[in-house]
């Protein structure tokens, strides 16, 4: 036995030596187990009974406990709990030690807090034997205590980095008009960042841009383009870009920047409640449905489109669907967790619930979304996707964009410059000039308060010179509704196959005391349409352009072809005209 000891002895480093509480009411029995467990490299401490062991346990922590079964004051059963109970996270194994040798006595010892038990009398084989083996646990123990302080640290710091990343997301991507009071919306996120967005903008010109999108996956991952999509689409909604230029941005920046299998499906909306028009673009998401008076539907807009981020530029499809509203009209759209929202029982919300709702409805518009939002609630137990509602009411309330902050008259700078620019065929079917030259214009002290009034009259402006002087289009295809789908139709064939023509646009700005006078001048290479429409046309849709333009400046007037027209718009510091009054 000596002999087997000193082996085990010198076979344990310093750094493995261990302190064991030997707890036993037999004197003999205390001193035997105690010289065995010395022997094997060990220190020892000595108890005479279960009292005594925890309160030695509670004082010096030692690393493994051999406790006897039966002892008086307190027995090993109830001092095991104790000292177990005092351990804590730390494992400290027990090791009872008893002459019982039933199976229920045994199985008491491990209930009452053992991990093992030894058997008297003691084999000093055995005993080394447990002790390596306890010891490897308790190794294997730290360690992964080690691990697991060291990921909730990790953890701890990923979940601050989140918070803050998460302050600032939403600070970039909720910098428009989602207060708007036309606007109602839903957002709800599976984990703490939002796979799914949504944006709003004012135009300068009034009215606004919208975009519901639905990244792959949720969490950071899918929100991991939003950004870049936030700021190209603020940026370019701010300098006037039409809807289509929008597009095809933040295709190309997401094809290029996303990497594979990430994408957004998305629908952009542009509404200019000026000419009583919406459009409408969806690319994979699901049908976009625009609903009456009496909450019944009017329009249903599908997917034609492919996710951005996907096609390339050639495959690209910018086009929009093109459509009259009224006052009053809604437009509902949501994302796939909508509809795709399971509850208890396994079952989607589908999209017939969404009917069902406006069926339930039917003469209550203003309780369409309220009733949708009810129904989403009561059906699922918990989400398994990102969710996304959106309601969109059309008319002027709400969607004007604010005012900007007047200049004072001691500010102002003199100027006084004539421009002139052409833009080609290639460029004009490629390219909207009207940012740049609205740009160009608020460089002028004091103008940037009437940017709503002056990109207003530059955009009918324009679109007149091409719609109607280079691509020739009919004005009377926009009488009804139905003409809306093929007058854009034949305006985007006809811009795409455009080789030959101009527009020139002229600009020449004259200061005067408390403001300025400019003249607009725009003229095209086309045949030009003789006479123009007259102040007091009501043919439908058409002519609403003209009528706004002469609502906003001091005067218009037309060459004798039509194909060249001059407006003068007068400001005034501090006197801002609203761009959408007629």
């Known amino acids: ?76 059963f109830e001092a095991a ?22 199976t229920t006595a045994l199985v008491q010892c491990l209930e009452a807090g053992g991990d093992d038990f030894l058997t008297k009398p003691y084999n000093p084989i055995i005993l080394r034997a447990k002790i390596q083996a306890f010891q490897r646990m308790q190794e294997m123990h730290r360690t992964l205590q080690s691990q697991r302080d060291l990921i909730a640290s990790q953890h701890r710091n990923l979940l601050r980095d989140q918070e803050l990343a998460k302050i600032i997301f939403d600070r970039v991507a909720h910098a428009g008009c989602l207060g708007a009071p036309n606007l109602r919306y839903l957002q709800s996120a599976f984990a703490m960042f939002n796979g799914d967005i949504l944006l709003a903008a004012y135009k300068p010109a009034g009215g606004m841009h919208i975009l519901l999108g639905d990244f792959t996956g949720h969490g950071l991952s899918a929100a991991i383009g939003a950004m870049p999509l936030a700021e190209v689409f603020y940026a370019m909604t ?49 049908e976009v ?26 495959r690209f499809d910018p086009n929009p669907v093109v459509l009259s509203v009224a006052p009053g009209e809604r437009l509902l759209c949501w994302t796939d967790g909508v509809i795709e929202s399971r509850n208890q029982a396994g079952e989607q919300f589908g999209e017939q619930r969404v009917m069902a709702v406006l069926e339930r409805q039917a003469g209550l518009p203003a309780m369409v979304f309220d009733a949708l939002l009810e129904d989403i609630e009561a059906f699922h137990g918990s989400p398994e996707d990102d969710l996304s509602l959106l309601e969109v009411v059309m008319g002027e309330n709400g ?70 002087g280079l691509l020739a289009l009919d004005s009377s295809w926009k009488r009804d509704s139905a003409g809306f789908s093929r007058y854009y139709a034949e305006r985007n064939r006809r811009l795409q196959q455009l080789d030959d023509g101009w527009i020139r646009v002229s600009l020449d700005h004259r200061p005067l005391a408390q403001g300025g006078e400019l003249l607009i001048e725009v003229e095209d290479s086309g045949r030009g349409f003789n006479p123009p429409v007259p102040e007091d046309s009501t043919d439908g849709y058409a002519g609403r352009g003209l009528a706004l333009i002469r609502a906003l400046a001091r005067d218009m007037s037309f060459s004798p072809a039509g194909n060249r027209v001059a407006v003068v718009f007068e400001w005034r510091l501090g006197h801002t005209r609203e761009p959408l009054k007629n």
């Open 1 to 76: 036995m000596s002999s087997v000891s000193r082996a085990s002895a010198t076979d344990l480093g310093p750094s493995q030596a261990l302190t064991v509480l030997i707890a036993d009411d037999n004197p003999s029995d205390r001193m035997i187990l105690g010289r065995l467990v010395e022997q094997l490299g060990h220190r020892v401490i000595r108890a005479e009974n279960g009292r005594e062991a925890v309160e030695q346990f509670a004082r010096q922590r030692p690393n493994l406990v051999l406790l006897d079964a039966l002892m008086p004051e307190m027995d090993g």
């Open 81 to 102: 709990r104790l000292i177990r109970q005092d351990a804590g996270e730390d494992l400290i194994p027990i090791i009872f030690l008893t002459s019982l040798s039933e």
């Open 238 to 286: 701010a300098r006037g870009f039409h809807l289509r230029d929008i597009l095809l941005e933040l295709n190309h920046k997401l094809g290029r920047i996303l990497p594979v299998g990430i994408f957004c499906c998305a629908v952009l909306i542009e509404i200019s409640p000026g000419k009583g028009l919406v459009e409408v673009w969806n690319g994979g998401l699901p």
């Open 289 to 314: 449905l625009i609903i009456g008076p009496q909450a019944e539907l009017l329009h249903r807009i599908p997917s034609a489109h492919l996710p951005l981020g996907v096609a390339s530029a050639e």
């Open 399 to 468: 969607i004007q964009p604010p005012a900007q902050r007047q200049l004072a008259s001691d500010h102002l700078a003199a100027q006084d410059w004539q421009l002139s620019y052409q833009f080609r065929a290639a460029s004009i079917r490629k390219h909207n000039p009207l940012p740049f030259l609205l740009e160009v214009l608020m460089d002028v002290p004091g103008l940037r308060e009437h940017a709503g009034s002056l990109f207003t009259i530059l955009t009918e402006l324009y679109s007149n010179a091409l719609e109607h």
